[in-house]
């Protein structure tokens, strides 16, 4: 059910773990073993069932903008924050 | 470490970056919201096409690098006077957008006197207001929106409302005058919060755009540095202890607001 | 004579406390000393760091261009005080955080794997003294011993119950940087 | 242009609106106000911008906005609302915003008076504010004068993208002398390069005044000294009278060095050989001049309305050649040519022991 | 006491709590607010007065309201808060109320950034607001000197009801260095004859500025100037190293004057005569001692951490006998002692073939 | 011409001058309220018996000489910060009785900041604020209280609030913030009003007595000199103009004031 | 019925003319033909029938306290003010 | 020459109007004129004051400590202003309105009931133009005719139709202080 996927921009990417908090499929993690450029454990996408929606939850809270949300073509747009 | 940033194939881009954001790294702490309210601002520049009208008064605060990250132009006021900055911008330039975003010691304590008087005389202009309960930028000193008992660096037993009063709470304060039209809080601390918190920056944008009054939306907001906290303790923090001192609402939306 | 060092890495590593331990030792080693840190906003989810100088007489500059010995934390740190470290002196870097290397022949490159060594103690948050044990073997400023009795005065209440693991650290640092240092 | 019978005040501000001023911004304050009361009427007029602020600081930050727009802006003030207006001078100077500022100066320290004082020369010309800088400061001595200045000022202020200051004092603003207005200018519809307009089409513009990293901090503040270098060197300006052959320099600005000239008047007609000097800009001091002149004099007599502050500049300039004697009055009183006579003489004759000696 | 190991800011805020500080005001700015932070701490515990204030214009006024009580009051900042409080300063003088301001500087104009400067030096000294009037400005290098001059600004800004200012910067605020600390004065309980504490059984008191009469400002102005005369010449302090026989004389306050020390002792390692004075006060300013000195050097050199400004008391105070050069750093930049030797060099050269010219 | 103050026989003094006034001429024009605004001050502090333990802060403004006219310690703050010198006198002497009085210029405009920040730190002050829709002293131009529509030197054409907004109502401002317990506005332009007006005053003193908090009494107030008008019809103007834009009343008093 | 009667600071008034306006018993009035000696037309009481009750309405509206009102001396003191 | 006046008085007596009317007139007659009035607070309530300095050079001081010439309009002004004309110079008073007198002999003592004056021209308000008359008549610095010609352009709109009754008033002034002055 690979409805949709996101893409974590990890080197913008703070660690703060807000978005695996708020994700309604569990898929977010923050990658506790690596550091960034910046000495932030990013967050990643985990997802080896396909189970993230594109639901854009994570995106919203992001305070770093690093999310990317997609979804598959044929689904109608729904703009995340309208 | 390599960030993945190739897109998907077959898939639509649900969201984005906003284009009115600058492509670069933000100073801000982890899970600062700070963050949040810069994107929900792009966003509705993006939405009601206004980034290349719009001219932004960055505050002195944690946010004061914030034309590092909005791809508008933009002006650094002194501590507080960011309304009477924007005043002057607006006053000759009646026909652009002019946003004020300043925190709560920016706006609350030394500039207190400049946001009153800018939404007395109804200045078309529009305020987003970080309320972080904190002095974010200095390192945590009290601020007059500091919570009764909240400890910080320059209320290390907590806040003493005996002698420092309690917290102000400044859209009710501002929606007393006149000149303002649209009052609101809303907070960040969860995703259907931070929605809200959009639809009135938006709300604030188009009172600007009608040139009907004064603009303001406060907007609850961590400082998880200064609170001690990790990010999602200090948005449960918003939700347990700032929401009730500061309640969400609407503290004036005159009927030209409602007319939009 | 007068010792400058420079502790440098993310904040939260023991930086600031790291060098200030240093600055207490040499203070009831009846020397002159002055610490310093950077500070302000500057900081904020960046690199933070101090400078500590020792003397036996008065010192102007708290902080030095050239400092003797610098001790890094982070890749950036390294990056941004490799190139300044005066010609003879010290360069110590943890080494299990830090990947890049330097090219310099002029001073001693002291790699200290010291989250490692501090996990071994049993702690992590003491790669700082590790890497203050291994420094101060590599450039002798100060004796070990008077470096462990700051540690007892100063080590915060909240922490002091790892004084013993602190002492073990600091050994620990001093053991690792003696296979660097010319047989005296 | 016929010469008219003008109040300072209003000379300033129709002098102001001549040259272009389209937005005006101030609170009233003794002996100003008729400024801001002339131009609440001729602004609106006009179609232009006139707003009374709330206080001062919101004044001069009013101003750093819409000077932030690249339009000629002004505001005025007396002495205490220059002080409360320091944070706001540094600014604009760190952001290297042009704009006018009227000093309408008046006795002081504190509430003080209303009086005429020119108490503020150092405030004006050493230290607006915190950090290194100093506007340009022009001292007008009458009402023609202040008309003239107050044109200049907006030229200077564009030209170098600086503060410039009209420095009078309470006499000046309040009294009336035939004068002659220049003719209105096109106000200006092009801006700058470096105004906010918003970004359209172009890439996006900043005005601040942070230099996080101190080498930034310091290459700024180069570039601003090579500013203030350049205009050291371009635009000290004074007035002189029967110096060629003075031996005694009365030196001595604004409405103090105004009287002077009538005492130098009469010093003249005693047969005393004595010249005035009065700066018109205050900085960059005109010390190219005096230290010219210093050459030739025996002695010079400065006269001020305070207790000393332009005399540190004549001392500067004059680097111990020769003895500089002092006459000022405090808190709002004006000196009387009989007073400065009376001091000319005085340094005259000590002038002249000391030869003989 | 033992020394111990101190932050020049928590060094401040104890020393002026052990002096019988009772009433503290002030707004956090870096790089100050750790005094502030402590003395949150510290004063509530001793039962004393602190009041974090909305704005640097509240806290002076705070204290001008707390000062006309009699109490030793105290507020703190930095640059920009500094020229906040201007008009309060001249109420303050004009009012002849007692109380310590303390300035941790920053790099300006402007918002500038939080590093080190000098940069308020004219500010301070000549004209911390309008009207005619100069605090006591103190200005430690190192953090005892912090704690001595703490406790002297309360005493001398009693002794003369005057305002004292204590100059530091943000190296010396956020320096560690040994140091003692004075041990707890009494608080005193009497106020002065002038204090404001309700007219019982008295004439009634009045702590104001204002005088409305031309004459009457003028005498109150000179009795402002006669205390001013009566400071400067017994309040002048300065700090020498090999000064007895210097040929070049290097003259820095606070931390370039300390960072100078080094490179003056690597000066004459390497057998130049070269001297270093540290003005401690900057107003007054060491005139007198430079004066005198000013006969046997043969050339000066003039540290600062902005572009000139003491400068120009160091000319007036050496009156044109040796030829002064500047070496200076701004916008937050620190010199280092290599730098300074480097210009000591200089000027060392270029005294030497001036001679030998 | 040799004014009567021979005491009639056999009759007993039913009003006299209070004793907290000096008997000094004062210097405000003929007809001015300041003078019964001072008058009702004076008689309350004799009433109370506090002029022995009252410290008086004069503001900028047509009243700056106001330490003249009180046989009271007093202090002249600078323009607008009234506020914040009562404070530092009040947290020195809290048993004494410290009071300002501002206009609105001084109060309203300049001293915004500085009087919110007083009355949300509750601090024991009392303030009398003469709200005479005007700058006095400096020659009658514009106030943030001045009417829409009313002509002063610095709104020749008349108070245009598209441009310089409403008039602020300044108490109903501070009645939002937490430390002001007793926030009232009375009239000056008639005998009952003016009866009302010291008893409010009588109650703000008690206020700061018990310790209560900040307390205001407004006092809408006439400037003949600068209205343009005889004193009497400046007490008609102050009825019919600006009493509908500033209505009497009590704007908060909270339980324990009632308790008083 | 000379209930009571005032004395008025002539030197004192400023002619403000308030308390002609309030007098109940319309015994005030300004001295249009004299002039003190700071240039007011001062107010007198005019009262050759004893009208005046010693209300001390005057007193309450006068701006300069110029005022004292005195009433007989059997009645019950009633403080203007109180 | 610098010939200089002082016009003092109650505010509304018209004294500010008196003095500009001179400079304009003085301005027109192509002379260096200042006009300065007291200003600010001190006005309130109390007298106001203003001086005209006419001369054929550049004027010093707007300001003179012995005025040739002093206009006083009432008492307080009268004591404050009698000591200080200058000898030799001329004191014009109201006589209508002030009853002190003064013991100088060495200026020139002009009374001038110029309330009754006015009043019998028609209009109490003129006594200041009477004044004008009158001072300029004992201290003739300027011709009546160029006073006229000033009337004529300054007198404001909403007056304008009093302009006969002004030049009357002047003529009265003036036909007044004949008396007093010594026959040319
Ligand atoms: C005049 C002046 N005073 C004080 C400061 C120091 N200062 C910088 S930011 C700040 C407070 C910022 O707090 P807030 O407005 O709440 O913003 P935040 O950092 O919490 O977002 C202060 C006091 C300054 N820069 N200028
Ligand atoms: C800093 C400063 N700005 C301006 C002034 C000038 N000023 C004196 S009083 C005043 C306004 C007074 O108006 P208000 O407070 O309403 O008092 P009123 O005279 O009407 O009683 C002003 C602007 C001043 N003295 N200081
Ligand atoms: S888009 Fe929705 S489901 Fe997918 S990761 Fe984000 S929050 Fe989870
Ligand atoms: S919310 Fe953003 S910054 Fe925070 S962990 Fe997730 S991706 Fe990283
Ligand atoms: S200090 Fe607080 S407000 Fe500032 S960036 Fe960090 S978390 Fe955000
Ligand atoms: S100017 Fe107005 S407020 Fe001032 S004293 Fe006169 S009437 Fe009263
Ligand atoms: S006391 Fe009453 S009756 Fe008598 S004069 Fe006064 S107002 Fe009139
Ligand atoms: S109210 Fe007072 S000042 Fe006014 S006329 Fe009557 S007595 Fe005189
Ligand atoms: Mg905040
Ligand atoms: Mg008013």
Chains 1, 7 share one sequence.
Request: charged letters at 20%; aromatic letters at 6%; hydrophobic letters at 45%.
């Amino acid at each position: 059910m690979t409805s949709g996927t996101i893409v974590i921009d990890q080197e913008r990417c703070k660690g703060c773990g807000l978005c695996p908090t708020v994700c309604p499929q569990h898929v977010i993690h923050l990658l506790d073993d690596q550091l960034n450029a910046r000495g932030y454990h990013p967050a990643a996408l985990v997802d080896p069932e396909g189970h993230c929606t594109g639901c854009g939850i994570c995106a919203v809270i992001c305070p770093d903008v690093c999310i990317t949300v997609y979804r598959e073509a044929r689904a109608a747009r729904r703009p995340v924050m309208a | 470490m390599v960030a993945t940033l190739i897109p998907p194939i077959e898939m639509d881009v649900i969201y984005e970056r906003p284009t009115a954001l600058s492509p670069v790294h933000t100073h801000y702490c982890p899970g600062c919201t700070h963050g949040i309210a810069h994107r929900l601002l792009a966003e509705c520049l993006d939405e009601l096409g206004l980034r290349e009208q719009t001219v932004l008064i960055a505050p002195v605060g944690c946010s004061v690098f914030i034309y590092n990250y909005f791809e508008v132009d933009s002006c650094v006021a002194p501590h507080g006077r960011a309304p009477a900055v924007a005043t002057g911008v607006k006053r000759v330039l009646p026909d652009r957008i002019v946003v004020t975003y300043q925190g709560d010691g920016d706006l609350v304590s030394i500039g207190a006197g400049e946001v009153l008087h800018a939404a007395a005389r109804g200045e078309r202009i529009t305020t987003v207001f970080i309320n972080n309960a904190v002095y974010g930028m200095t390192g945590g000193q009290m601020a007059p929106t500091t919570l009764p008992g909240q400890k910080t660096t320059s209320s290390p037993a907590g806040r003493d409302i005996r002698m420092t009063g309690n917290p102000i709470r400044m859209s009710e304060v501002i929606a007393q005058l006149g000149g303002a039209v649209y009052v609101v809080r809303r907070s960040l601390h969860d995703v259907a919060n931070i929605r809200k918190a959009k639809k009135a920056i938006l709300t604030a944008l188009k009172v600007q755009m009608a040139g009907l009054g004064f603009s303001l939306v406060e907007l609850l907001s961590t400082c998880p540095t200064n609170w001690g906290m990790s990010p999602p303790e200090a948005m449960e923090w918003v939700e347990r202890h700032m929401v009730p001192v500061f309640p969400l609402g609407d503290f004036k939306v005159t009927d030209a607001v409602k007319d939009l | 004579m007068q010792k400058e060092f420079l502790f440098a890495g993310f904040g939260g590593q023991g930086v600031m406390f790291a060098g200030q331990l240093l600055a207490h030792a040499a203070m009831s080693a009846g020397l002159e000393v002055t610490w310093i840190p950077s500070y302000g906003p500057e900081m904020r989810g960046g690199t933070a760091h101090c400078f500590v100088v020792i003397s036996d007489s008065p010192i102007g500059s708290p902080i030095s261009k050239h400092p003797q010995a610098a001790v890094v934390f982070n890749n950036p740190s390294f990056a941004r005080y490799e190139p300044i470290v005066a010609a003879g002196g010290v360069l110590a870097y943890n080494s299990t955080l830090i990947t890049q290397s330097s090219q310099r022949t002029d001073i001693l490159l002291l790699p200290v794997p010291a989250t490692q060594i501090a996990d071994e103690v049993g702690d992590l948050r003491l790669a700082n003294v590790v890497m203050l044990g291994a420094v101060l073997t590599a450039f002798p400023a100060l004796p070990l011993d008077i470096i462990k009795r700051a540690l007892e005065e100063h080590l915060p209440e909240r922490r002091r119950h790892l004084l013993p693991l602190n002492l073990q650290a600091l050994e620990a640092g001093a053991a690792h940087a003696q296979r660097f240092v010319q047989p005296a | 242009m016929a010469r008219e019978l003008m109040k300072g005040n209003i000379a300033i501000a129709e002098a102001a609106v001549r040259a272009g001023l389209q937005a005006y911004f101030g609170y009233p304050i003794t002996p100003q106000t008729e400024l801001l009361e002339y131009l609440s009427q001729r602004m609106v007029e006009l179609g232009r911008i006139f707003l009374q602020a709330e206080s001062e600081i919101a004044a001069i930050n009013m101003v750093y906005g819409a000077a932030s727009t690249g339009v000629r802006v002004m505001t005025s003030s007396s002495s205490p609302g220059i002080s409360l207006m320091q944070e706001g001078f540094s600014y604009l100077a760190g952001a290297q915003l042009p704009c006018v500022v009227v000093d309408v100066m008046r006795g002081g320290p504190g509430l003080g008076n209303i009086l005429p004082s020119q108490g503020d020369y150092f405030q004006v010309t050493r230290s607006a504010g915190h950090g290194d800088f100093h506007p340009i400061v022009l001292a007008p001595a009458s009402v023609q004068e202040a008309i003239d200045f107050t044109v200049l000022a907006f030229d200077l202020a564009e030209q170098y993208r600086h503060l410039v200051m009209v420095v009078a004092d309470g006499q000046i603003g309040q009294m009336m002398e035939p004068a002659e207005l220049p003719s209105m200018r096109e106000v200006q519809t092009v801006g700058p390069d470096w105004a906010l307009t918003g970004a359209r089409g172009r890439p996006k513009r900043l005005i601040s005044s942070i230099y996080m990293l101190g080498e930034e901090g310091e290459a700024f503040n180069r570039q601003v000294q090579a500013r203030l270098q350049l205009i050291k060197s371009r635009e000290q300006r004074c007035f002189e009278y029967q110096t060629e052959d003075a031996e005694l320099l009365v030196i001595g600005y604004g409405t103090a060095g105004r009287i002077a000239y009538t005492a130098v008047e009469a010093a003249r007609a005693a047969g005393l050989k004595v010249g005035l000097l009065r700066p018109q800009t205050l900085w960059p001091f005109p010390e190219e001049r005096i230290s010219t002149l210093s050459d030739s004099i025996r002695a010079c007599l400065v006269v001020e309305m305070n207790a000393g502050q332009m005399i540190d500049d004549v001392r500067l300039a004059i680097g111990g050649q020769v003895p500089v004697d002092f006459y000022g009055r405090m808190g709002g009183v004006v000196p009387m040519p009989d007073d400065i006579l009376a001091a000319i003489e005085e340094t005259y004759a000590r002038m002249t022991v000391r030869v003989r000696a």
